[in-house]
T-cell receptor, first 115, second 114 residues
Framework: GDSVTQMEGPVTLSEEAFLTINCTYT??????LFWYVQYPGEGLQLLLK?????DKGSNKGFEATYRKETTSFHLEKGSVQVSDSAVYFC??????????????FGTGTRLTIIP | KAGVTQTPRYLIKTRGQQVTLSCSPI?????VSWYQQTPGQGLQFLFE???????NKGNFPGRFSGRQFSNSRSEMNVSTLELGDSALYLC?????????????FGQGTRLTVV
């Protein structure tokens, strides 16, 4: 079945540091890939997405490129801020053998940015 | 445009009881999905409804059920509650629930079973 493997957390960085959160996936067909962010006490918010190979999703300084050859969708940001502290989830949507679609999530990576 | 609304936000129930959670999707969205979030298992897909029909189902026991109404609002029911059902239950809506369309999440209902 489909699966998403994320970098284990927690991750702690200093403000203005470079961020990479690794995400690899296993899926049949050609899934759409997403990064969601969850702030304390909140639901999930879509951060960025990519729907086909070599697409680059970007938002709020975060970027991720859909790499089909390495089945990866790593999240990067050049200079993190304290306000980026949250839990980040990598997810994919693919079609099952029965033609149904669902989102499959990674386990989440907790990011803490220190001033 | 109003977001996804889940009620109640917090709930405490006793083992063996049943509970009903509600989700109002964004206006015009026809797909509603439910997820269970726990520290140990992460986010797990429960089921998805589209136009009042269950279109997809995760690997949860039959104690977990749901339905969708003609206005796309959805309810999730858990019967014979167990301690392990304590979790944050998240609802997500999207226009079609397919392809690259974004799923918008509510703030969740935190269920505690004692």
């Amino acid at each position: 079945g489909d699966s998403v493997t994320q970098m284990e957390g927690p991750v702690t960085l200093s403000e203005e540091a470079f961020l990479t959160i690794n995400c690899t996936y296993t899926a049949t067909g050609y899934p759409s890939l997403f990064w969601y962010v969850q702030y304390p006490g909140e639901g999930l918010q879509l951060l960025l997405k990519a729907t086909k190979a070599d697409d680059k999703g970007s938002n709020k300084g975060f970027e991720a490129t859909y790499r089909k050859e390495t089945t990866s969708f790593h999240l990067e940001k050049g200079s993190v801020q304290v306000s980026d502290s949250a839990v980040y989830f990598c997810a994919l949507r693919s079609i099952s053998n029965f033609g149904n679609e669902k989102l499959t999530f990674g386990t989440g990576t907790r990011l803490t940015i220190i001033p | 445009k109003a977001g996804v609304t889940q009620t109640p936000r917090y709930l405490i129930k006793t083992r063996g009881q049943q509970v009903t959670l509600s989700c109002s999707p964004i206006s015009g969205h026809r797909s509603v999905s439910w997820y269970q979030q726990t520290p140990g298992q992460g986010l797990q897909f429960l089921f998805e409804y589209f136009s009042e029909t269950q279109r997809n189902k995760g690997n949860f026991p039959g104690r977990f059920s749901g339905r969708q109404f003609s206005n796309s609002r959805s309810e999730m029911n858990v019967s014979t509650l167990e301690l392990g059902d304590s979790a944050l239950y998240l609802c997500a809506s999207s226009p079609t629930g397919q392809g690259g369309t974004e799923a918008f999440f509510g703030q969740g209902t935190r269920l505690t079973v004692v």
